[in-house]
C-alpha cells in the first residue's frame, strides 16, 4: 500500500478562447490610449511605450498605424482641435474673438499639447477647418487675401502662446500652488520696486494688474484687428518660404 499522498489536480490550462479579445489596434485606438496619458500625466508620458504599454501590445505594433511619437502628437493636436467650438451668434469680430478664446481654452486644458503647435504647421483635417474658419471671418471683416494669408499665421501664434502659458499655470495649480498665492507673489515683486530705478512700472503698477484674462485677451485680439485694416498688405514680390527655408536659398 502507498505511502505517498496524493498530489492535487492540476487546473486545465486555460483556453485562448475564454480569454477576453482585446479590441483591434488601429490608429484611432492609439490615439485614444495617447490621450488617456496625456489627461493624466501630461504631455511627458505620451511616448510609445507608455501608449503600447496602455493597450497590452508591443511599441513595434504602434508604428504601423503612427511613424514616430511626433506624428503621434500631431495626431492628438488635431484629434483635440475637434473639440474647439464655433460661435454662431454675434458680428464677424465676436465670432473671430469667441472661436480663438476657445481655442485657448480647448488646448490650455490638454496639458502641454499646445506645445505640440510650436515649430510646426498643423497640417490635420480639423486645424485645416479651424484655419478655415478664420479666414472666411477675416474675409467677411472686409480684409484683403494678402492680409488675411498672413494674419492667419500670426493670430495661430498668439493662441498657441497664450495656450501654452495657461496649461503651465493649471500644472502649477496642480503642484498645490494657490491661485491667489501666485498671483500675490507676483504683486508683491512688483511693489517692492524702488521708484528711482524703475519710475515708469511704479507708476503704472496699478493699472497692469487690471483686468481678467478674458478681457485682456480681446483687447490684444482687437488691437491686432485694429493694425490688419490699417497696416498696408504684404509685397506682391516678397519670397515665398520653401522646405528648405526660403524663397532666395538654393
Same mark, same amino acid.
Given at each position: 500500500?502507498?505511502?505517498?499522498?496524493?498530489?492535487?489536480?492540476?487546473?486545465?490550462?486555460?483556453?485562448?478562447?475564454?480569454?477576453?479579445?482585446?479590441?483591434?489596434?488601429?490608429?484611432?485606438?492609439?490615439?485614444?490610449?495617447?490621450?488617456?496619458?496625456?489627461?493624466?500625466?501630461?504631455?511627458?508620458?505620451?511616448?510609445?511605450?507608455?501608449?503600447?504599454?496602455?493597450?497590452?501590445?508591443?511599441?513595434?505594433?504602434?508604428?504601423?498605424?503612427?511613424?514616430?511619437?511626433?506624428?503621434?502628437?500631431?495626431?492628438?493636436?488635431?484629434?483635440?482641435?475637434?473639440?474647439?467650438?464655433?460661435?454662431?451668434?454675434?458680428?464677424?469680430?465676436?465670432?473671430?474673438?469667441?472661436?480663438?478664446?476657445?481655442?485657448?481654452?480647448?488646448?490650455?486644458?490638454?496639458?502641454?499639447?499646445?506645445?505640440?503647435?510650436?515649430?510646426?504647421?498643423?497640417?490635420?483635417?480639423?486645424?485645416?477647418?479651424?484655419?478655415?474658419?478664420?479666414?472666411?471671418? /477675416?474675409? *467677411? =471683416?472686409?480684409?484683403?487675401? %494678402? &492680409?488675411?494669408?498672413?494674419?492667419? @499665421?500670426?493670430? !495661430?501664434? +498668439?493662441?498657441?502662446?497664450?495656450?501654452?502659458?495657461?496649461?503651465?499655470?493649471?500644472?502649477? /495649480?496642480? *503642484? =498645490?500652488?494657490?491661485?491667489? %498665492? &501666485?498671483?500675490?507673489?507676483?504683486? @508683491?515683486?512688483? !511693489?517692492? +520696486?524702488?521708484?528711482?530705478?524703475?519710475?515708469?512700472?511704479?507708476?503704472?503698477?496699478?493699472?497692469?494688474?487690471? =483686468?481678467?484674462?478674458?478681457?485682456?485677451?480681446?483687447?490684444?485680439?482687437?488691437?491686432?484687428?485694429?493694425? +490688419?485694416?490699417?497696416?498696408?498688405?504684404?509685397?506682391?514680390?516678397?519670397?515665398?518660404?520653401?522646405?528648405?527655408? =526660403?524663397?532666395?536659398?538654393?
Amino acid at each position: 500500500m502507498s505511502t505517498h499522498e496524493p498530489q492535487p489536480a492540476r487546473p486545465a490550462p486555460r483556453s485562448r478562447r475564454d480569454r477576453p479579445a482585446k479590441a483591434p489596434l488601429s490608429q484611432r485606438a492609439i490615439v485614444e490610449a495617447a490621450m488617456r496619458l496625456l489627461d493624466s500625466e501630461g504631455l511627458d508620458a505620451v511616448t510609445m511605450r507608455r501608449v503600447a504599454q496602455e493597450l497590452d501590445t508591443g511599441p513595434a505594433s504602434l508604428y504601423v498605424y503612427v511613424s514616430n511619437r511626433r506624428h503621434l502628437l500631431d495626431l492628438l493636436l488635431d484629434q483635440v482641435m475637434a473639440e474647439i467650438l464655433v460661435p454662431s451668434d454675434g458680428t464677424w469680430q465676436d465670432r473671430l474673438i469667441g472661436l480663438l478664446q476657445n481655442s485657448v481654452a480647448t488646448l490650455g486644458k490638454r496639458r502641454g499639447l499646445a506645445l505640440v503647435a510650436f515649430g510646426t504647421i498643423p497640417t490635420g483635417r480639423n486645424a485645416m477647418a479651424l484655419q478655415e474658419q478664420v479666414m472666411g471671418l /477675416l474675409r *467677411e =471683416g472686409g480684409l484683403g487675401d %494678402a &492680409v488675411i494669408a498672413w494674419a492667419v @499665421d500670426l493670430l !495661430a501664434l +498668439l493662441v498657441t502662446a497664450s495656450a501654452v502659458e495657461e496649461s503651465i499655470f493649471d500644472v502649477r /495649480l496642480a *503642484e =498645490g500652488e494657490a491661485q491667489l %498665492a &501666485v498671483l500675490q507673489r507676483v504683486e @508683491d515683486a512688483f !511693489a517692492t +520696486l524702488p521708484p528711482e530705478q524703475f519710475p515708469l512700472i511704479v507708476a503704472l503698477r496699478p493699472l497692469m494688474f487690471t =483686468g481678467s484674462g478674458e478681457e485682456r485677451f480681446r483687447w490684444w485680439i482687437e488691437v491686432i484687428l485694429s493694425g +490688419l485694416a490699417t497696416v498696408p498688405p504684404p509685397h506682391a514680390g516678397m519670397s515665398v518660404d520653401t522646405p528648405n527655408g =526660403g524663397g532666395d536659398r538654393p
